[in-house]
DNA sequence: GTATTTGCAAAGTTTTTGCACGTGG
DNA sequence: CCACGTGCAAAAACTTTGCAAATAC
């Protein structure tokens, strides 16, 4: 991880090169929060024409080997990548309204430690997604609080 | 979820038909554990070449909202489709060896507590998937253990 | 008999790759 | 300068769709 370098250091300590392209994605993913690779290039589009579609899934991927950035299981067969900037974090997405709570590892601390006791299982908590019903949803009878029609994954 | 409903009673109750493509969907993922799309098909032409991808693909969008089967992300970006007739499980994935462990909802029944108490957010436990590093993995200082040479994802 | 389901082939989406040109260090 | 990185276009991988033929009931 990233800790106190900056990402100019961590990609030069990697031998990568500092470009426009990768300063372009990285800000990209820190301003939307969680991105899909075609979301981040849209957002990149925004500030500059000079940047391909390829382009951004090299370096999303570049990045994310570097630690600078992480991706998770969000949207159904699209990594959805996000900063590592802030505190670590996984997420809650509700399958029906799609919306996303990002909770602290903190919250997850008692569990993951149940998990490495009894199973010497290591939670790689920043990859981890939890699908669910949240709190509105569960509480509209019809679908009364969801942006999304579809109730899939 | 099934209940005590057999496969032939909850398709009819849906209103849907009983059909040769269907049962042997069903079979392969029962005997499979968790497979993708690509590896049911497989699987179902050992048996049968009675069968088409497409057919496949549509199959199983169907039994999982019959709830016959389940679905989570234990792939990059392919469902991997699960049995619904054992216990409700979810599954831990490492990263490096790519090793599938299945545990029961009991072992997160505190912390699925835990989230709806504090967030009012229901976990849908067939559904989750925990990636992580084994303790296999875990030891071994290079990549022994590995049966995959890339620790992607 | 007839509405549902399937097979087939074609189209659609998303991601990856090869290679020549451009550029950061 | 020169190895690394990018744009472009083509290919690959995966999934969905339209429609005629087959079939469950």
Chains 1, 2 share one sequence.
Do not use: K
């Amino acid at each position: 991880m990233a800790d106190s370098e900056t990402w100019q250091e961590t990609l030069r300590a990697g031998g990568y090169r500092l470009t426009p392209q990768r300063e372009l994605v990285l800000t990209a993913v820190d301003t939307l929060g969680h991105a899909t690779p075609d979301q981040v290039y849209a957002e990149v589009r925004r500030h500059s024409t000079a940047i391909n579609l390829s382009t951004v899934y090299r370096t999303l991927e570049l990045l994310d080997e570097l630690g600078l950035i992480r991706h998770a299981h969000i949207e159904e067969r699209t990594p959805t990548y996000h900063s590592t900037a802030g505190h670590e974090h996984f997420h809650l997405v509700c399958h029906h309204c799609r919306n996303v709570i990002s909770l602290s590892s903190e919250r997850i601390e008692r569990f993951r430690r149940e998990l490495v006791d009894e199973h010497g299982f290591q939670v790689d908590v920043g990859h981890l997604t939890i699908f669910g019903t949240c709190a509105a949803c569960a509480a509209a009878p019809s679908g009364e609080s969801r942006d999304d029609p579809d109730g899939s994954d």
